[in-house]
């Protein structure tokens, strides 16, 4: 006879784990630091830069208080220190500076941005602090469509920072937007800057790409997103992204080849034929430039480009080993920048290569700091990508997208390096440091103290993601 009972044999039904209220809190916040990292000149224009950096000060002070309330695990011993080294040299360099206030001023945009980096890839995991890129590209994305649409509908015509209506005489080179969206012409988002522009999509691609890849939720809006982003790329029009684009796909194949290598030395001939190729590549690229950039509708010059690396150069080799003080970027109302390189009616301030700034600011030895940051991050990063995960026996566990992120944007802001200074600010050093510093504190997704108790605070078990 079949009888009751008040006491079943399986467990109790139960809500399945969630995240804390607080963690999504933490994500969120991060998420607002990296808009600011990918998105801070557009602030400068909007605001202007003296509420720009008591934004970033207050935004500091708030993740330094919740780190204190955190306090996640941290290996000292895997610290960023050659990133250190970098910025402690940069603020060394007051004490020689040719304009210590400018020096001052941009030391503590550097030290901000660094401490920023840091704290995210401190309280977040490899699966978060990819989202959270993730959702700051889309906040930048929409923001950029959406700016490019409101200045063609309402204002109709060229606009200047401050939300200023450009007059009829106004050079183009100060516009913040050109009010091209219906016009066809090049697009600069909420940058002003086509360049930046089709920087920043480059990498909203490489991520919302990694994250389809990585089998995310929603899925079908990454496709949506990713269209945006590719067509805000394109409409830029940027030469320097274009390149860009090519040497991240030329990464990315070479990557998903080295993962295939089934013996030690399959890899080899791999390397050397990849090397042949973006050797050759970067050949003809220079060589063949005029035929080039002719055909591309650009100057040969690099849009007058190399009359500024001449013209800093002389500069800075009047002081080869210390350079004449830090200042990223260089600030226009000192009287040794201001009209010393004008563009367009415009004081120049950058020398439109991060190798070529570092050596006229910090010298030789700065530029030897530098490489070591960028030569251990590309090493790093490309070792993250390529080698599977493994910490015990087992052998055949499989690769995870996630890992191609660090790679990717290295390969970009190498590139990118090259003909502009934007690694060294904002979101290139922001990057540099956090992947940097999460390989070396987490170089496996998943696995370690700092992945566990994130996971933990997240409201579910371990996982490692495929």
Sequence with gaps: MAMYTSHPVSALPTAPPRETTGHLLLRAWCVFVLVLALGGVAVVDAIGPTATGVVAVGSAIVSATVW???R?????RRLPFLAFGYVAWAGLSILWSAWPAASVLTWLLLAVTTFQALFVGAVLTWRDVVGAVASAA??????SLLFELAVALIVRGPLLPGFVRAAGDEDPIRFWSGGNLFAGGPLRGIFGNADLLG???LVAIAVFAIRFAAHAPRRTLLWGWTAVAAFLFVRAASITAVVAAAFVVLVLATVL?????RRPGERTRWYALYAF???GGGAVLWFARDAIFGALGRGADLTGREGVWADVLA???QHPFLGWGFSTPWIASEPLIDGWIVDRGQTVVQAHSMWLDAYFQLGGIGVVLLALVFLAYVWRSWFFAVDRPRWDLRADRPYSPLTLLPTLIGALLVVQGLTDSAPLLLWGWTFVVLFGAKIKQSPL???GPAEQSMAIERGEFLRRES
């Design 68 to 70: 204190a309330v955190v």
């Design 72 to 76: 996640p695990p941290i290996a000292a």
């Design 138 to 143: 889309k906040w930048v994305v929409a923001a």
């Design 199 to 201: 920087a920043v999509m």
């Design 257 to 261: 080849v080295m993962r295939t290598a």
């Design 277 to 279: 190729l973006g050797i």
């Design 315 to 317: 500069r800075a080799d």
């Design 445 to 447: 997704i998943g696995v």
